[in-house]
């Protein structure tokens, strides 16, 4: 085990070992087992370590499940799925897994071994969270992703949270805006969000494809648009599904507010994005959170006139979604 410096970022541990293969030859291996911060000191390493090294001695001995504890999973998971090099889950997917695991997970269950874990016990413990029943539904399919991890790796021998309800409802149903409330919306913005208000109500796309365009994917002739990958936390990515990838027709307004968005931003070649970031000077787009602020701050003051039968205005929460056939008729 070695410490080791980075150029950014906090110092790492790596664990280093060798194994000599079928000819006879020593191979040498290495991987970062975790940071300085999450393993302040050479135990606690070590203790990470352990799913890794039952991992690497799997031909050797055998292990007793009893003897890894929740916390020695969400490590030996983090090293094997969450690391940078593994490409089966996308950057946001682990982004978010691991903050489910730091702020929920660990806290409550890092003391408790894999034997001890109870369907009931799990199933009242998600009950008393004080979170959306979307949240609670992530952390329990989190949870049944980290069991079936450590039966992938035959650590273990059965999936405790299969059993588990946990139901993902929404508490409260989503506001549909009208196309006459859409246009009050757009005639009180900007040239840049107005064009990304069209984009998102008259196509659909989520905002992770939003912000991944570029002009070479509008073909301004044919009247549609290529989505071919998508941007979330600044990082650039495949689209989410296969069918997200289908040309999306453009409508006439759209293309119209497109050109005079093009007109006013200084870099549109066709490798540019559309949405291009100035603090980085056309090297990256912006990001959904800062660029909607403004747009939900005027849809607030737009929206306060509006009321419901059940007494209740709309908040922060309100989607910008609508039919595109009724935008289309106007």
């Known amino acids: 085990m070695e410490r080791l410096n980075r150029k950014r970022g906090p110092q790492v541990w790596r664990f280093r070992w060798s194994e000599i293969d079928t000819l006879g030859k020593r191979l040498y291996h290495k991987k970062i087992v975790g940071t300085v911060e999450h393993c302040p000191d050479e135990t ?34 983090e090293q094997r799925e969450l690391a940078k090099e593994n490409t089966w889950r996308s950057h946001a997917t682990k982004k978010i897994y691991k903050a489910y695991l730091t702020r929920w997970v660990r806290p409550h269950w890092h003391k408790y071994e894999l034997s001890e874990i109870r369907t009931i016990q799990v199933e ?85 494809e939003l912000f991944g365009l570029k002009w070479g994917d509008i073909d ?71 660029s909607y602020a403004n747009t939900f701050a005027l849809w607030r003051r737009v929206s306060e006139s509006r009321s419901y039968s059940d007494g209740t205005r709309s908040g922060t929460r309100t989607r910008l979604c609508y039919e595109v056939s009724e935008l289309n008729s106007r």
Not at 58 to 72: C, H, N
Request: aromatic share 8%; with cysteine.
């Open 124 to 208: 009242s413990w998600l009950r008393r969270l004080l979170l959306a029943k979307s949240s609670c539904a992530k952390i329990r399919n989190l949870m049944s992703v980290l069991f079936n991890h450590a039966c992938r790796y035959e650590l273990f021998d059965r999936n405790p949270i299969y059993l588990v309800r946990q139901s993902a409802k929404r508490r409260r149903v989503p506001v549909i805006l009208t196309p006459s409330e859409i246009k009050a919306l757009v005639d009180k913005l900007r040239i840049r969000e107005r064009t990304l208000v069209l984009l998102a109500v008259s196509t659909g796309l989520p905002q992770s």
């Open 44 to 77: 606690a390493v070590r203790r990470a370590a352990v799913g890794l090294l039952s991992e690497i001695n799997a031909d050797v001995r055998p292990t007793s499940p009893r003897a890894f504890t929740i916390a020695q999973r969400c490590d030996h998971f």
């Open 220 to 290: 301004f002739t044919e009247g549609h648009m290529h989505v071919t990958r998508s941007i979330v936390y600044g990082v650039e990515g495949p689209c989410k599904t296969e069918a997200s990838q289908k040309p999306v027709p453009v409508h006439s307004i759209l293309v119209e507010a497109l050109l005079q968005w093009r007109k006013a931003v200084r870099c549109a070649s066709a490798d540019a994005w559309i949405f291009a970031s100035k603090r980085y000077r056309g090297r990256r787009p912006y990001w959904a959170r800062r």
